[in-house]
C-alpha cells in the first residue's frame, strides 16, 4: 500500500525499506502494519480494530497537552506462532504479543492461527485481547511523552481494553467483557 498523503511519510518509507521477503506493509491514519499474514480480511480486521482502538484510547485518555501524536505507530503481525517466536525470540515463549518501547513495535501473531499443539498450556492465548491490550501501552507511550504510566495504570486499562467487544461495521466498542 502506497503512504499518499498519510503522515509520518519517512517513518513509513524506514519501516518498508526494512521489509525482507515475504512481508509486506499497510497503512491506515495511525498505523502502519507489517506482516507477513497473506489472508486479507485478516489484515483488514486488524488495520479496523486498531484506528477503533486508538479513538477509543483518545477518547478516554486525551494525550498530554505537548505529546507528539503525529508518530506512525508499527504494529508486526506474524503470520504464526513459530514466525512470532522467530521474530521475537525464544524468550518469549508462552507471550502472545507484546510492546517493544524501544523499537516502537507491536508485535503479535495471526488471531486465526492457535500456538502449535506442542504448547498446549498456551492454548486460551487470544490474540485478538493481546492486540488490544498492547495497542493501549502503544498508545500511552506517544500519548504520555513516551514516559510510561505507573504499571498498576498501564496493565490495569491494557486489561480492560483486551476484554473490549468491538463492532467493526460502527467503529466502536460494544461493551467490555
Known sequence: ???????????????????????DAFDTENFILVTNVTKKRV???????????????????????DADMSAVSTVR????????LQYAGESMDGTGGYWAFMDEELVLFN??????????????IDPISILYHEA???????SNRQLAP??????????????????????????FK
Open 1 to 23: 500500500a502506497a503512504t499518499g498523503d498519510l503522515h509520518s511519510r519517512a517513518a513509513r518509507r524506514e519501516v518498508r525499506a526494512a521489509l525482507v521477503e515475504g512481508w
Open 43 to 65: 489484515v483488514e480486521d486488524c488495520l479496523t480494530d486498531l484506528e477503533i482502538m486508538r479513538k477509543e484510547f483518545l477518547a478516554r485518555f486525551p494525550p498530554a497537552p
Open 77 to 84: 503481525l506474524c503470520d504464526g506462532y513459530d514466525d512470532y
Open 111 to 124: 488471531p486465526e492461527r492457535r500456538v502449535p499443539k506442542l504448547r498446549p498450556w498456551l492454548k486460551d
Open 136 to 142: 493501549m501501552h502503544q498508545y500511552f507511550h506517544y
Open 150 to 175: 505507573g504499571s498498576w495504570f498501564g496493565e490495569g486499562y491494557g486489561e480492560v481494553f483486551g476484554g473490549a467487544d468491538v463492532d467493526r461495521r460502527k467503529g466502536v466498542i460494544k461493551k
